[in-house]
């Protein structure tokens, strides 16, 4: 089997924790259990309520800060949401905390490639206790919004529904947290997760860096990310994938992590805008070194890809094989 048949059984309601669902304690703000009778109870005089799909309840136990995400629980999400899908579930809303939501989103895209069912992630910027919250407004949203879904991940967020490749939080206050700013939005997208890397395959954690240039880096500062052994490094370069590249040092470090094995990929610090490699000096290096481009992936999606595929056991060598394919609208 390469695709669950679509179902017509409930949605899935997948709570993780997040901001919706917290209760005020000592140390302020945070995640608590007992989230499926809160919604129970608002969807009683939500006004739409009669339009709602049926709904089951599932939680990752226990509920976190999504400041706490990691990618075993992305792992484990996996697991929870394939099982639903396999079970006859028609979709799964994910309810997440905003800090880690895109990145989430994003991963989920690369894991659950050819599942066949939508699966949208929202969560709120004000708990669901308080009296002028949103979570409602969005988990609501998000339910109504799954029933017309194209298969695929998504993030549903104040009225407006974002391919999950494509979105990162913009603003840490406003209720219009996410924004696709290199794209237009939730159009259809016509790359597909190769069959050798869907939702079927088995990945393992990898340990990835996520490093930026600015004025008066150092290379003695990445051969120390790089002296931990980790498998990929994403670098976030300046405009369209410069770097300070005089650094000889820096090239020579970026050498020796590439013959290491060490993925390395290069994505733009700008929110707009694409990596063109060739278009300046301090840019071709880079790529001469052994740096991937990504075109115009975010940082969200460029740090969900390389764990899909590096955790599916793709090497570093094989990796520009697979980097510049478009899975599932990272590129679009």
Known sequence: ???????????????????????????????????????????????????????????????????????????????????????????????????????????????????????????????????????????????????????????????????????????????????????????????HVPLALNFQVQRQPVSLAVVPFYPGFQANALQSIVDTGVQGLILECYGTGTGPTEDAELLAVLHRAIARGVAVVGISQCPVGSVLPGQYAAGSLLVQAGMLPSGSMTREAALAKLFALLGAGITAQKLPDYWLTDFCGELA
Not at 98 to 108: K, R
Not at 133 to 146: E, H, K, Q, R, Y
Not at 162 to 179: C, I, M, N, P, Y
Request: hydrophobic share 45%.
């Open 1 to 191: 089997m390469t695709n669950v048949v679509p179902a017509t059984g409930p949605v899935l309601i997948l709570y993780t924790g997040g901001t919706l669902g917290m209760e005020l304690g000592a140390n302020g703000w945070a995640p608590a259990v007992g989230f499926e009778q809160r919604i129970q109870q608002a969807q009683t005089t939500w006004p739409q309520a009669q339009s709602l799909p049926a709904w089951r309840y599932a939680t990752i136990d226990p509920p976190i800060d999504s400041a706490n995400m990691t990618q075993q629980l992305w792992l484990s999400m996996r697991d929870v949401i394939v099982q639903a899908a396999e079970q006859g579930c028609s979709g799964v809303v994910v309810l997440h905390g905003t800090d880690t939501l895109a990145y989430s989103a994003a991963a989920l895209s690369f894991l659950l490639g050819g599942l066949g069912v939508p699966v949208v992630l929202t969560g709120s910027m004000r708990p669901a206790v308080q009296p002028d919250t949103d979570a409602w407004a969005n988990v609501f949203g998000a339910l109504s919004a799954i029933t017309s879904c194209a298969a695929g991940v998504f993030v549903y967020f104040h009225q407006r529904l974002l391919r999950g490749t494509q979105v990162s939080k913009w603003h840490s206050e406003a209720d219009d947290a996410f924004r696709a700013v290199r794209h237009d939005g939730a159009e259809t997208i016509t790359g």
